[in-house]
């Protein structure tokens, strides 16, 4: 549990600072749409709006110059075959009609599970790369925040850090030389 609440502090602190130094606020408000799975949800906390990673970003920044919208939708997958993919998602659907400044994508728990990885792991590079674009072909042009997977073991959810740290973040960083160097 204090892993867990540590990982979630960096998570929140790294978002503000690069926020902070890279971002010009203008007149108009930024918005910044947290697009993932139930980790930016918040499952399972009291009050996910607030609690959430996205709601503390938008309580650190404020209300004034930024929009912080949280389109977790828990249990989804990257993985366009899984059968619960976040393509599908309502929730994805109103990220992109956000027509966001920023994205921070957060998307890859649940594709770890071992007998999903089994069956489409050959898949996910292709399908993350083909999400990251989705949102780099929108008219506001937002810049797109990657995170890689925070450490999570739940074996009744077929969910285990070693997946998660041997083979979907090593997928998500071979893409990062992609997006971000082109």
């Known amino acids: 549990m204090k892993q867990t609440k540590f990982y979630w502090s960096v998570i929140v602190i790294a978002m503000m600072a690069f926020a902070l130094t ?32 996205p709601g503390q970003l938008r309580t650190l920044l404020g209300s004034t110059n930024w929009a912080v919208g949280n389109f977790g939708d828990s249990g989804r997958t990257t993985l366009k075959g899984s059968g619960y993919s976040y393509w599908d998602s309502q929730l994805y659907k109103n990220a992109l009609a956000s027509n966001p400044n920023q994205v921070i994508l957060k998307l890859g728990t649940n594709d770890s599970k071992r007998w999903l990885w089994n ?23 937002p810049e797109i925040w990657i995170c890689l997977l925070i450490s999570g073991e739940n074996a009744s959810w077929d969910i285990f850090n070693s ?14 030389w992609k997006w971000v160097w082109g």
């Open 22 to 53: 890279s971002l010009s606020v203008s007149a108009q408000k930024q918005k910044i749409s947290c697009a993932g799975n139930s980790i930016t949800y918040g499952y399972e906390l009291s009050d996910p709006y607030n609690q959430g990673y």
């Open 119 to 141: 069956w489409l792991g050959a898949d996910y590079k292709k399908d993350y790369t083909a999400m990251v674009q989705s949102f780099q072909n929108l008219s506001s042009k």
């Open 163 to 176: 997946d998660i740290k041997d083979k979907v973040n090593p997928k998500i960083k071979e893409g990062l």
